[in-house]
């Protein structure tokens, strides 16, 4: 079945370190995008991309960073520059333009 | 930019009775309005959604209904079930940038 996988499911940062979170879809999907999701704030924005080696930054991109590098992966790094990066990250993809969002199932990072 | 208001952020039914979530957003250019379900530790999911040229669409238990004149749309689940229970987000969509509500946790109570 085609579906997004995220990966790890929770993960666990020391203050200072950088992390990256995979996002792997088979959808055959143009459109990749990272949302960040804190209670009671909704989803925000992080990065997006319609297209490989083409990205942009959503609403709160400081701290993170991505790459397209193929259709398939959308890989997020978690800078020690995000001052507040314990959060729930979704990874998400749609064929483009106003078609609906398929969602991963979500990477919880912790920072300890 | 757009805004997208949701209410109530917490509503809790009888099992059997009906729920309603409305999302009010504010840019006239948007023309497609998902909805999604996110049960507790996992990613949202698509279950209804609607575009401006439609004013109403049902799928079973759940229907959802746009106002463009009034600038909002709501999703309504009859016959709620204890497995109804979860955060339902709303969304409008702008171009290709989706504006998300904030979410309400409904609890269907057996």
């Known amino acids: 079945d085609g579906g997004i996988t995220q990966s790890p499911k929770y993960l666990f940062r020391k203050e200072g370190q950088n992390v990256t979170l995979s996002c792997e879809q088979n959808?055959?999907?143009?459109?990749m995008y990272w949302y960040r999701q804190d209670p009671g704030q909704g989803l925000r924005l992080i990065y997006y991309?319609?297209?490989?080696?083409?990205?942009q930054k959503g609403d709160i991109a400081e701290g993170y960073s991505v790459s397209r590098e193929k259709k398939e992966s959308f890989p997020l790094t978690v800078t020690s520059a995000q001052k507040n990066p314990t959060a729930f990250y979704l990874c998400?993809?749609?064929?483009?333009?106003?078609?609906?969002?398929?969602f991963g199932s979500g990477t919880r990072l912790t920072v300890v | 930019g757009e805004n997208v208001e949701q209410h109530p952020s917490t509503l809790s039914v009888q099992e059997g009775d009906s729920a309603v979530i409305k999302c009010t957003y504010s840019?006239?250019?948007?023309?497609?309005f998902p909805w999604y379900k996110q049960e507790l530790g996992k990613g949202p999911q698509l279950i209804i959604d609607?575009?401006?040229?439609?004013g109403e669409k049902k799928d079973q238990r759940i229907a959802v209904t746009l106002n463009k004149t009034a600038k909002h749309f709501s999703l309504h689940i009859t016959e709620t079930q204890p497995e109804d229970s979860a955060v339902y987000f709303c969304?409008?969509?702008?171009?290709?940038?989706?504006?998300f509500g904030t979410g309400t946790s409904l609890t269907v109570i057996p």
């Open positions: 969304a409008a969509v702008t171009g290709n940038q989706f504006y």
């Open positions: 609607i575009r401006s040229n439609v």
């Open positions: 959808l055959n999907h143009d459109a």
């Open positions: 840019d006239s250019a948007s023309n497609y």
């Open positions: 991309s319609q297209i490989v080696n083409d990205f």
């Open positions: 998400a993809s749609n064929r483009g333009w106003t078609d609906g969002y398929t």
